[in-house]
Nanobody
Framework: QVQLRESGGGLVQPGESLRLSCTAS????TIWAMRWYRPAPGKQRA???????????NYADSVKGRFTISLDNTKNTGNLQMNSLKPEDTAVYYC??????????????WGQGTQVTVAT
């Protein structure tokens, strides 16, 4: 069983930065993809950023140029570097990952979420 644990959330002022981390523990295998989500109007969770183990990334239009996602399988950890934060980035951020052994269908896991608050 794999557990995902997020860290790095907190309270910052507009324009400041935060780095969220998501670490997989347990019988991890390989993290084939990792994504960060946050709630959005009309959606339970909307994709913020995603990365494949080969390095391909994608971002929501609202965070392009400000957020950077990365993945380090040697550390079973992915990060979301968030710069130039805005009040509208305030949300609980959830980590999601496809994890499994090579040659087997990966399983989909979710973290518990970490709160990010951007306010003066």
């Amino acid at each position: 069983q794999v557990q995902l644990r997020e860290s790095g959330g907190g309270l910052v002022q507009p324009g400041e930065s935060l780095r969220l981390s998501c670490t997989a523990s347990g019988s991890t295998g390989t993290i084939w993809a990792m994504r960060w989500y946050r709630p959005a109007p009309g959606k339970q969770r909307a994709l913020v950023a995603g990365i494949l183990s080969a390095g391909t990334t994608n971002y929501a239009d609202s965070v392009k140029g400000r957020f950077t996602i990365s993945l380090d399988n040697t550390k079973n950890t992915g990060n979301l570097q968030m710069n130039s934060l805005k009040p509208e980035d305030t949300a609980v951020y959830y980590c999601n990952a496809d994890v499994g052994e090579l040659g087997l269908i990966p399983y989909d896991y979710w973290g518990q979420g970490t709160q990010v608050t951007v306010a003066t």
